[in-house]
């Protein structure tokens, strides 16, 4: 990337200098919105919650004096903590696994130039529309057993006696809100893979196909690696939804059976808005943090280390 | 790769099978919210017979449906025009300039992506408070278009890399200046970018749920997500599925609208960003 002030600095030093530093004004003057916006709304209230997380916060009370390191310990003895930790595992590993199998298998299946393709991936693109809570609301509907349309007709077969309860125990619970999760985002990782898929020369299939390759050969050993950039962007940008995982358990289960779907936001939430300590609130919240920072900078390395072979 | 391709007609039926299978389960929780919403269902307004009565539960519920729309439109609105505004000045700046910290700022917007909605919102929560600006829907608006920024920041940078440099060093031997080039020359090419980050940034704001739910505390000024959350359960407990499957389809009505309408834009708009890597 030479911008043009660069390539000819060299011709006339003096004027081309002066020229050059308003040319870097200019620049930077476009992005003093963003700079400006990034001070007040993201900079300030990361040092604020910092500051906050070692006082005594009262959500009515205000700061009530330092009182490091009271918020902190206090996350330990937190009983829903742990408990939504390893829930916010096991819902992220589940989610990032079947929306990039899912996403990867919708992108292969609409890769073709057809009209029947160009149908299919707009379908698959609807539910990324919607909003999550407006998902979430509509599978609140849909796995009721007061207008669910799944149960009935089982009943009327006599597959099952009773209702099924999608969301009755924390395991039915956990998988029926990742298949809602992974049919509302489906359709954005097919789009992001299919990006992806279009930047491989089809000369590589040609020249495979020469050679005698099946067409599982042919994805193992060309798509795969050379998807891999495209697939570490969109494992980061699964990892870090899921692992911030909120509205949809907030409106489908509340937390329940028995606070066993609390997801990690979910309590620093409650602890809030609820328990109106702001104090503890943003000591998780700078915890939640530092794990997602160092979870993200993991991946960036992995996913890093492993291109250049 | 091209799946299926080399087949004939006859060996396509799994493919034809298999796709239209899937495209019916990704269209049917779609299509029943829908037809729950219009169906009879006992303890509800449209209790026999098939009908609209759901819809008037949600028109009359709370503020009213007028006001609760204002307010997600205001929001939306806001927020489309700031994301647009201040992504569209930074993209530019960061794909045709070069000066001091460009490279750390940019980092910078990307890394808004990192950290967690609710760790900013309580900060937030209380500088709003502070600045007058609680149970404000401009707050609200500045808040979803922060989160915006990594995103809009982005795709407007590799839209306006990839506009060949030929067509600016024209306008500006013509006289233009950085601004000129900008407006006349530049935005015209960069419209399938422009309309994908106001999408999504749309998209956001109408459907966000967390920042409104902190940051409004007043009935008034709820915006359609939160309102429909809360009006599952007016009845004494009983929980009214048919008006919040109605409050689902008036959410999701402009959503779908929009997005098959400006379906040629978004895909082209991601599909620049497959150019420049």
Known sequence: MTSISEATTAERPARRFSQGLRRQLVGFAYTIPTLIFIVIFFLTPLVLVAKMSLSKYGLLTGDEGFNFPKNYVSIWRNQLFWPSVWFTVQYTVLVTVML????????????????????????????????????????????????GPISPPLEALGLIDNPIAFLGTSLAALLSTTFLVVWKFAGFYMLVLTVGLQGISDDLYEAASLDGATPWQNFVHITLPLLRPTLALATILCVTGSLLAFDQFFILTKGAPDNSTVTAVQVIYREAFQRQNLGTAAALSILVLIVLVLINLLQFRFLRGTDRD | MIVGQQHSALGRTPYYVLTGGLAIIFLFPLVWSFYASISPQANTAQSSGFGFGNYQTMFDFGAGLPVVATNSAVISILTVAITLIISTLGGYAFARFRFWGKDALFLLTLSILMVPYATLLIPLYVMLNALGLSNSLVGVALMISMFQLPFATY??????????????????????????????????????????VGLFAFLAAWNDFFAPLILLTDPLKQPLPVTVANMRQQTMGVINYGATEAGVVIMALPCVILFLLLQRYYVRGFMTGAIKG
Do not use: H, K
Request: glycine residues 8%; aromatic residues 8%.
């Open chain 1, 100 to 147: 990039l199998g899912l996403g990867l298998g919708l992108a292969l299946l609409v890769q073709t130039v057809t009209r029947w393709s160009a149908v299919l991936r707009t379908v698959f693109l609807l539910p990324v529309s919607l909003g999550l809570a407006a998902a979430s609301l509509l599978a609140y509907g849909f796995y009721s057993p007061a207008i």
């Open chain 2, 155 to 196: 795709m407007m940078r590799i839209s306006f890399e990839a506009i060949p440099r030929e067509l600016e060093e024209s306008a500006q031997i013509d006289g233009c200046n950085s601004f000129s080039t900008l407006w006349r020359i530049m935005l015209p090419s960069v419209v399938p970018g422009l309309v994908t």
